[in-house]
């Protein structure tokens, strides 16, 4: 039996002695583990039979331990159907349910989408990965001779990201107040303004010799997107993607504020209670993370990307070409592509390729195999100001019931209830095997990308 565990960094204190920064995507880490045995090892047995998942029980455990409202997942590829679940509310004030086909902010997966109509166009011969900067925004971005559009895919451009400047933290309670009942989240930006912002500070080395997860690079590629075909990115994306693969819920909606369909909400713990923070104005991470979708949505998009047919063979051997990512706790065996990273699970399990995505009271997860056969989508909407660390364990059960051995999972169950699937019964539970302290296995978090700070937690 495998299980997979799943770190978040939570910390807890006063508002009043110490205000987190919200920074717009300050880099942070999800830490996975082996912490049981494998059964039988080997890359993940694709060729194996196996059998029907249900992710029901870790959703439930992500709102009862995890300080989550709402948990929405996916996972397709394992069985002969996919499985779907919900549990927790929509809405606070409704009490609601939250519904597996809700939709929801997914942060910096949008990054996966713009990469991918990057490297069409670099299909097309429309432009290069190696063609400097500059070519396409002359001006823009100092330095940007020296810096190619593959180093802006792939985070090792060096340059400053524009959501660590002050401008974008909350710093007070004035702040804080702001953001939940204020102006705040409603500010309207121009990709012009924020690559503006990161070009009054200096790079953090010089281009391609270290890496730094940084929102400018993704603002950039949006931008010449634009300078390549003449039409938004937005645009560009849902012409060469969403409308292809028939991605109904999955719009980019630049600067408006609302979803569009039905959706979960997200909220903040203020002393005065609950503070429903779901609408924002997404200009602010632009092509870095303005997206909204759905689980079914981005497996879907997930499962095309990986399969291939999105991506000609040159352009895909590119995508996966990945750089040893520098975020604090990482490991030497998991690296950034463009757009998506990779990461080992270790023994039984398969590589982890995808992207995840954070904003403020929204997160999301989106997992594969390299192959495009399997995938799991998640969204959960943690409870700012709350302690989420029980998220780990049923976050990492997710991941494991999707990529590791048949016979593998957790020891959380299988549980039922809110999910769908094919009506074959469940196979048996195994039971773990315990093994010694557990080796650290990390995923980069590219976001959160409008954190909030843990330390309005009060204690």
Known sequence: MTSVRVRTDHRRGRLGAQLAAVALAGATVLALAPTAAVAAGGDGGSAERRPRVDGQQELRDLVE?????????EIRGV??????????????????????????????????????????LVGEGRLRLDD??????????????????????NHTSGLFNYTEDTRFLITSEADLEDYA????????????????????????????????????????????????????????????????????????????????GPHTHAYLDLPAGPADITRLNPSVVDAAGNGIST????????????????????????????????????????GYGLGVFRLDLGPGCEAAWGHDGSLGGWGTLLLGSRDGKRQFALSYNPFVGRDGSGAEEPVGSLVAKTLCAPGT???TGTGAGAGTGSP?????VPQPVPVPEPVPRTIPRTGPDLPLPDLVTRS
């Open 65 to 73: 331990r995890g300080g989550t409202t709402a948990a929405l997942a």
């Open 79 to 120: 069985g002969r159907s996919p499985w779907r679940g919900a549990a927790g509310v929509a809405d606070l004030a409704t009490g609601r349910p939250a519904e597996a086909d809700g939709r929801f902010r997914i942060g910096s997966v949008t990054k996966a989408f713009v990469s991918t109509v990057l490297l069409q």
């Open 132 to 153: 400097p900067v500059e070519r396409h925004l002359p001006g823009v971005v100092p330095n940007g001779a020296a810096i190619t559009v593959r180093q802006l895919l």
């Open 181 to 260: 009942h204020g102006t705040w989240r409603y500010r309207d930006y121009r990709p012009e303004q924020l690559a503006a912002v990161s070009a009054e500070h200096p790079p953090y080395f010089a281009p391609g010799q270290g890496w730094h997860y940084s929102n400018t690079n993704y603002v950039l590629a949006g931008m010449i997107v634009r300078k390549v075909t003449g039409r938004a990115w937005q645009q560009e994306v849902e012409r060469r993607v969403v409308r292809p693969l028939h991605l109904e819920d999955t719009v980019f909606p630049g600067s408006g504020t609302g979803f569009g």
């Open 295 to 334: 689980t079914t949505d981005l497996d879907r998009f997930h499962a095309a990307l990986f399969g291939g047919k999105l991506l000609r063979p040159a352009e895909m051997s590119a995508l996966t070409e990945t750089v040893p990512s520098t975020v604090p706790g990482t490991v030497p065996d998991m």
């Open 409 to 411: 999972g957790t020891g």
């Open 424 to 428: 074959e019964a469940a196979a048996p």
